[in-house]
């Protein structure tokens, strides 16, 4: 594939991408935060208590966020854990993994997100440029076509642009009865 075939699917992958999020912005789709867990080192030999530290705000479009805060806007990351911002309750040692979404409301809540709002941590940032072609991740660029696959292991593709748009009309036309 020569560097002005690889040059303009990137371009077009772009190009879909910041289309999509003009349409999200446009239609004032609700967004999410997006957050890093950060598991601070001890201070004195003073353990401290984990946190989701705020890089901004996006929106979720299945298998993929998009960004929709200067902080994070002409960028794109594969889904990864998703948190409420709820209390977080006592440890009741339920379940390992009861426990393990506690102690992710609970960093959740030391971030200082607002109460309910949505958090996406553990996402992987999706370089849009020439590492895109022949890519084994969610966001590629196959046969010089922009594709979407649901998961890094998943084998089938759907193109890029038909994946937008039918994410995107649901978004900001949701089926009856599917909105909070």
């Known amino acids: 594939m020569t560097d002005e075939v690889v040059a303009d699917a ?10 999509a999020a003009a349409r999200l912005r446009d239609a004032s789709v609700r967004d ?3 957050g890093e867990y950060v598991e601070p080192r001890a201070v004195l030999g003073i353990r401290r208590e984990p946190t989701i530290r705020s890089l901004g705000r996006v929106w979720r479009v299945g298998a993929l966020l998009l960004g929709s805060s200067p902080e994070t806007s002409g960028r794109v990351w594969a889904t990864g854990r998703i948190t409420r911002v709820t209390d977080p309750g006592r440890q009741q040692f339920v379940s ?3 426990e393990v979404r506690r102690a992710y409301r609970a960093a959740a ?6 109460d309910g709002d949505t958090v996406n941590h553990g996402t992987v940032p999706i370089p849009l440029d020439a590492s895109l ?5 969610v966001l590629a660029v ?7 696959r649901w998961s890094p292991v998943a084998g089938a593709t759907v ?10 009309a649901l978004l900001v036309d949701p089926p009856r009865g599917a909105t909070d």
């Open 142 to 148: 196959v046969d010089d076509e922009p594709v979407v």
């Open 96 to 98: 390992v993994s009861a």
């Open 10 to 19: 990137v371009r077009r992958t772009r190009e879909l991408l910041d289309a």
């Open 159 to 168: 193109p890029l642009e038909a994946y937008l748009r039918d994410r995107i």
């Open 109 to 114: 809540t030391k971030g200082h997100f607002r």
């Open 133 to 137: 072609v022949g890519a084994d991740g």
């Open 32 to 34: 999410e935060a997006l």
